[in-house]
């Protein structure tokens, strides 16, 4: 089964390799006559998954630069969202190392870090192995796409 891919804009990407800010983005915009709110490429210039897209803009931006649309937009399996201890706890194990760097444990205290390193340590390995599978899976994708490239030039010659 195929996974769910979802709109990446690589607008920010583009813009820096432009030399060029949003706000300087959006007065060459205003210039040539197109009229839409800034914030609206600030969304259009985030990292995060693109919800909707304004046709419009993204026309404006890819007329402008001179981009097609498959250059401005990719399309992506979600990036994996790490798991992490909250602030509480993290400030309980930092007081708890402090406390054992200067060897004032308690043997509770004692009890208390070696579960709370058990915690650290399998949400380290969750991670690692999270992410070794999403790279192991856009290789695949990479390496897929390159076939359907050369399948395509092929064909082409």
């Known amino acids: 089964m195929e996974d769910v891919k979802y709109a990446y804009s ?3 990407d583009f813009l820096a390799k432009h030399h060029l800010t949003v706000s300087e983005a959006h007065q060459r915009l205003l210039r040539r006559g ?6 609206t490429l600030y969304r ?14 993204v026309g404006a931006v890819c007329e402008e630069f001179k981009i097609g649309l498959n250059e401005l937009l990719t399309w992506e399996r979600p990036k994996p969202k790490l798991h992490r201890i909250d ?7 930092d007081e708890l190392m402090a406390k054992n760097t ?4 308690t043997a509770p205290e004692k009890k208390e870090l070696a579960s709370l390193g058990e915690t ?14 999403h790279a192991e899976t856009d290789q695949r994708a990479g390496a ?9 030039r092929r064909k082409a010659a």
């Open 120 to 133: 650290v340590e399998r949400l380290s390995l969750e991670n690692a192995r999270m992410l070794a599978a």
């Open 144 to 152: 897929a796409r390159r076939t359907a490239v050369t399948r395509s």
């Open 102 to 105: 200067e060897g004032m444990l």
């Open 87 to 93: 602030s509480k706890t993290q400030a309980r194990l």
């Open 10 to 12: 690589t607008f920010l």
């Open 44 to 57: 259009l210039a985030s990292r995060a998954p693109i919800q909707t897209i304004n046709a419009p803009v």
């Open 34 to 39: 197109f009229k839409f709110d800034k914030k």
